[in-house]
């Protein structure tokens, strides 16, 4: 059950609900998300628009992965497998995902696939491999069961 709180409520009444022992970590990474943030935004021009504040909100959640001990490249990773995650979730496969993928594997050769479109790939790849194994249609599935016999065969002196 979450705790509600307002904006300005005081920090100790969320604590007193929560029992989970990293709490107090993610509290301080929280806070310094915010610190970052009110920093950044204090020095933004006049005329910056929602994209300059989405800018300064990804910089300041790095910033504070690099507080709290984790590299830069760590941090697009976990960021990285966090959007797929999101992004499969709400997916279906079907013929236009299946569409979808071959039309970003070909950009992907073709040298023109974006960041954005390098996490839609493997949100889509995710959906597939879960799809083929849920409804056992990898062809390794059958082939894997096929080498099990005939080794177990094999071991009892049987010829195939």
Do not use: C
Not at 146 to 157: E, T
């Amino acid at each position: 059950m979450a705790t509600e709180r307002s904006l300005d409520g005081d920090k100790s009444e969320v604590r007193e609900g929560l029992a989970h022992p990293l709490f107090d970590w993610f509290q301080t990474f929280v806070d310094t998300v915010n610190d970052n943030i009110v920093g950044a935004v204090e020095d933004l021009a006049p005329g910056a628009g929602v994209s300059d504040l989405h800018a300064v909100a990804a910089r300041a959640v790095i910033a504070a992965y690099g507080d709290a001990g984790v590299s830069p490249d760590q941090a697009l990773e976990l960021l990285g497998k966090a959007a797929v995650e999101i992004l499969a979730a709400d997916m279906h496969w079907d013929e236009i995902a299946n569409s979808q993928r071959f039309e970003l594997i070909d950009r992907e050769l073709q040298g023109t696939l974006t960041f954005a479109d390098k996490v839609h790939l493997e949100a889509v790849t995710f959906r597939m491999r879960e799809h083929l194994e849920a409804s056992g249609h990898l062809p390794m599935n059958a082939a894997l069961a096929l080498h099990r016999q005939l080794r177990a065969l094999g071991r009892d002196g049987d010829t195939p």
